[in-house]
């Protein structure tokens, strides 16, 4: 099992957890497309890509902000590790610093997938 593969495993269940903590408001955040996002990588494995996840939750990102709706937690994380399993670094850190910054109490967790990151080969 690689590093990304365990890497998403561990925050698929954060993410889970997550997702039926804030399950009984969704009122507060915007969750678009995540919620069917994050059942196809389990329930349906090879349905979403990475690269259709990165659409998906940049759309999903882009329609808040034009309804001018907080972001659901998890939601930059998971675009992170997605840029992260395809390569891209640069977006990877990007999307984590901004879930880290919008979500303070995550800054743990982003910062050990930073340490690990910069411990594993990247592909």
Not at 50 to 69: G, M
Request: include cysteine; glycine fraction near 6%.
């Amino acid at each position: 099992m690689t590093y990304f593969t365990k890497l998403l495993k561990a925050f698929g269940l954060v993410s889970l957890l997550v997702l039926s903590a804030c399950a009984t408001n969704n009122k507060l955040y915007y969750w678009g497309d995540y919620e069917p996002i994050i059942y196809d990588m389990y329930a349906n494995p090879g349905a979403a890509d990475p690269q259709t996840q990165i659409e998906k939750l940049s759309s999903t990102i882009q329609q808040a902000q034009n309804q001018d709706k907080q972001i659901a937690p998890g939601i930059y994380a998971h675009l992170g590790m997605i840029y992260a399993q395809v390569g891209d670094m640069g977006l990877a850190k990007e999307a984590l610093n901004e879930e880290k910054s919008l979500y303070p109490e995550s800054a743990a967790f982003i910062d050990g997938m930073f340490s690990r990151m910069e411990k594993e080969p990247q592909p």
